[in-house]
């Protein structure tokens, strides 16, 4: 839908654990040299030692507030966009408010936005929708992913492809900036939802019931037929994506470099003038 409202990104902030090459990669895993960059694309990603999902975001977040020299307390809203998570409950959102310095003084609101790979996407169209300038004129939105735990170490594809890191951004409302959040579009194909799944972990799997299986409690991705509902799909969403806005879509390609495709079956498309 269109929207035009007057939002910017007021401040950014990052944080990246110990960098693993993927030379270091492929001598911990047994994997032949060269493999690891081969079939991931990847030359380095960054893997946590100990530390927690809040943990990383914290200092993701702190970072973007001190890059546009606000406070916790300037903030109205908090939310958490990741796919990853350090307990079912209380929110990721909760646990995250907690670590940033203040966040047990400062009662604000903090939510949890999951669309996996395209959480932070889906949060920044939220934030879009409430930003008024009124009730919400700030809004913090912190990525935290830890995926190195949740990958199988004998599957190369996906243990060589994916890393660990947090980012931020402040969100804000101004209205004497250029800068303009114009359309968004989200669409889900569910007939794609079994072709990327960590199938264990929640009721269907419960650790009541089901011992650890590291089939069952890791990644598992079906990279070719996920590529062919992107290539089915990808062309006519930027097709209603630019009609929404009187533009002609440009033409749309799907890059497939590795064995493995990263991405699930939710697409997502914000245009904004920044």
């Known amino acids: 839908m269109n929207i035009d409202k007057?939002?910017?990104?007021?401040?950014?902030g990052k944080y990246l654990p110990r960098p693993v090459t993927?030379?270091?990669l492929e001598e911990e895993l047994g994997i032949p040299t060269g493999c690891a960059e081969r079939l991931?694309?990847?030359?380095?990603?960054?893997?946590?030692?100990?530390?927690?999902?809040?943990?990383i975001g914290a200092k993701a977040a702190q970072a973007a507030l001190d890059d546009c020299g606000l406070g916790l307390s300037d903030v109205d809203l908090l939310i958490s966009a990741s796919a990853t998570y350090d307990c079912p409950l209380p929110g990721q959102a909760?646990?995250?408010?907690?670590?940033?310095?203040?966040g047990c003084k400062t009662h604000i609101p903090a939510l949890d936005v999951g669309a996996s790979c395209l959480s932070f996407v889906s949060a920044l169209d939220v934030a879009s929708q409430m930003l008024d300038g009124v009730r919400y004129r700030n809004i913090l939105i912190v990525s935290a992913e830890i995926s190195s735990q949740g990958v199988d170490r004998t599957d190369w594809k996906t243990a060589s492809l994916f890393g660990d890191a947090a980012a931020a951004v402040v969100v804000t409302y101004d209205e004497r900036s250029p800068s303009r959040i114009l359309h968004g579009v989200q669409e889900t194909y569910a007939e794609g939802c079994e072709l990327a799944m960590v199938e264990g972990g929640g009721n269907r799997y419960h650790a009541s019931t089901t011992p650890y299986d590291v089939k069952l409690?890791?990644?598992r991705m079906e990279g070719r037929q996920l590529l062919h509902l992107a290539a089915r799909a990808i062309p006519p969403f930027f097709?209603?994506?630019?009609?929404?806005?009187?533009?002609?879509a440009p033409p749309a390609r799907c890059r497939h470099p590795a064995p493995g495709l990263q991405g699930g079956p939710e697409l997502a498309a914000p245009l904004t003038r920044l």
């Open 94 to 102: 909760c646990l995250l408010l907690r670590r940033i310095a203040g």
């Open 239 to 248: 097709k209603r994506f630019f009609f929404g806005v009187g533009h002609q």
């Open 217 to 219: 409690h890791s990644f």
């Open 22 to 24: 993927s030379s270091r």
């Open 40 to 55: 991931s694309g990847v030359a380095r990603r960054h893997w946590v030692e100990s530390q927690s999902n809040s943990e």
């Open 6 to 12: 007057p939002i910017r990104i007021l401040g950014m």
